[in-house]
């Protein structure tokens, strides 16, 4: 199944005023593809606009989710400002206003389907004041019907290594960590459930499950199994099978196997009725602590997501992320012809699907699509190589060329 543009509702977000952190571009609209990924430096607010269409993406599922933390906990029904409020602050922190990153006041809005859903946040007070529209739909979702977990959205973060490590509901508490890092363990552990009800041998019980099994995990090094209520690894050393807790396994493993497993349960929750088109993934940095070449099977993942109907939004630091897309989006103009060094056409990508931002340093935002092409611009991506590289590139002239004044043993 090929994801086709005139098939998808626009979608798009923008800063409408304001500055907000280090966005200071109100002219340009993000539209938001089937597969979106965000790139640039550090701090360029590649994240910070991620998490923020996660809010819109994921928001019936927050509305309903954070309404009953009131009332368990305090018995209270929020005002909608205050409801928002702390949905958007939980974003990043439990212990910080998200209206700090407002220069003054910023006005952050988003479109879909006509309809256009925004608020203003003030950093003076760390107010949201909620825009009449969103104020309806969030009335509206009240009255509706209650959503289960995993919910419409998950957001997969940078942190999620830290999985690896802590276990237990109370252990997240504690930690205070933002609430996504907290919905995407609960998503983990309902994986583990998903896992130990219905998966044969570890061997997932849908069809396009099982092909991520048989074609991701030797990229890894080995594979996740559950043992009761912990994740191990297992892997094969001379010969034999090994099982090890999975805090054990290499950074590489311990950053990246969520991914595939939650990539492996959304077509079992889909099966099951858990979760409806569209879903959203939101993924940080999904080429952490992997070399380039599992970079590149990573990203034919997310592209199977995309074209069974899943959405994906990506944030990176990595051009190689970039160049293997574009790979994908070439490819699919050869149909179904196969050979055996070329992409599988379960992951070529249709023009049109893909939508790619460069965040830069002065706060703006660009596209990097060809208009005509509906390719990454070929352009775009050296200028990106050498905004990422500038700094490696002058390290790497220092060490082979040091300064006289430099008194440093090489």
């Not at 018995?75 to 003054?104: C, M, P, T």
């Not at 952050?108 to 003076?124: A, C, E, H, P, W």
């Not at 998903?194 to 030797?218: A, V």
Request: proline share 5%.
């Amino acid at each position: 199944m090929k994801s086709s543009r005139s098939e998808e509702p626009r979608e798009e977000i923008w800063l409408a005023k304001g500055k907000l952190g280090p966005i200071r571009d109100t002219e340009n609209k993000i539209e938001v593809r089937p597969l979106t990924i965000f790139i640039g430096k550090q701090g360029t607010g590649k994240s910070l606009l991620s998490q923020l269409l996660y809010f819109f993406h994921n928001l019936p599922y927050l509305v309903r989710y954070y309404d009953t933390l009131a009332q368990v906990r305090n018995g209270e029904i929020l005002e909608v400002q205050e409801l928002v409020r702390r949905i958007l602050d939980d974003l990043r922190s439990r212990d910080r206003a998200f209206g700090v990153f407002a220069d003054n006041s910023a006005t952050i809005k988003y479109r879909v389907d006509g309809k256009t859903l925004g608020f203003n946040l003030q950093s003076n007070n760390r107010r949201a004041y909620v825009h009449k529209e969103l104020t309806e739909t969030i009335a509206a979702i009240r009255t509706g019907n209650p959503i289960s977990p995993p919910g419409i959205a998950l957001f997969v973060p940078a942190e999620r290594i830290i999985y690896s490590h802590v276990r237990g509901p109370s252990a997240w508490e504690f930690l205070a960590v933002p609430r996504p890092l907290t919905l995407f363990a609960d998503a983990m552990e309902l994986a583990g459930d998903t896992f130990n009800r219905n998966w044969l041998e570890g061997q997932p019980d849908t069809l396009e499950g099982r092909r991520i099994y048989q074609w991701i995990w030797k990229y890894l090094g080995g594979e996740i199994v559950r043992s009761g209520d912990r994740w191990k690894w297992k892997f094969s050393a001379e010969r034999e099978q090994k099982l090890i807790d999975i805090d054990m396994a290499s950074s590489g493993q311990r950053a990246n196997w969520p991914l595939l497993v939650l990539s492996e349960a959304l077509f079992s929750w889909r099966q099951e009725g858990k979760i409806h088109q569209p879903f959203y993934l939101h993924i940080e940095e999904p080429e952490i602590h992997l070399h380039p070449a599992a970079q590149v099977v990573i990203v034919k993942l997310l592209a199977y997501l995309v074209n069974q109907g899943f959405r994906v939004v990506v944030t990176t630091h990595s051009s190689t992320v970039l160049y293997a897309l574009n790979n994908l989006l070439v490819a699919s103009d050869l149909g179904e012809y196969q050979e055996p060094n070329l992409p599988n056409p379960a992951v070529r990508l249709a023009r049109g699907s893909v939508g790619a931002y460069l965040f830069q340093a002065d706060g703006s935002i660009r596209s990097l699509i060809d208009e005509e092409t509906r390719l990454i611009s070929e352009a775009e991506m050296v200028e990106v190589d050498e905004v990422l590289d500038i700094q490696l590139n002058r390290l790497e002239f220092l060490r082979a060329n040091p300064p006289e004044d430099m008194d440093v043993e090489m």
